[in-house]
């Protein structure tokens, strides 16, 4: 079955330090995060376009914003979780699957810490 896919992005800078396995924080450090957030659909509406970009977009932005020049450690989101790029995927997947649109549906988030290195949620 054939389909279409969207891809959207957007940057936050955060830092973080995680919880190793021997229970001892990492060294507090910084990245300049890259988000890209997947739908798909199979089918066009009546213009030609699975979904807008333009709210999509804007409600990346408005999550990636409130992750922006933060310590992911101290948002309540991460009280009870390291905030690994894994689990700041989830977090973005969750806040955008609250509101999707009616042809397109979320299939992945990835977040990059740095260029080589990614972590992606798959819901």
């Avoid at 830092?15 to 199979?42: I, K, P």
């Amino acid at each position: 079955m054939a389909r279409f896919e969207l891809t959207l992005e957007a940057e936050f800078a955060a830092t973080h330090r995680l919880r190793m396995y021997d229970d001892q924080f990492e060294t507090m450090h910084g990245h300049n995060w890259r988000v890209e957030a997947y739908y798909e659909g199979d089918r066009l509406d009546e213009i030609g376009v699975v979904a807008d970009f333009t709210p999509l977009q804007a409600q990346l932005r408005q999550i990636a914003a409130g992750l922006n020049d933060h310590c992911l450690n101290d948002l309540p989101i991460f009280a009870d979780r390291n905030p690994s790029a894994e689990n700041v995927a989830r977090h973005i997947f969750d806040a955008l699957a609250a509101a999707q649109p009616e042809r397109a549906r979320l299939t992945k988030v990835r977040v990059w810490e740095a260029p080589g290195c990614a972590a992606a949620y798959c819901g």
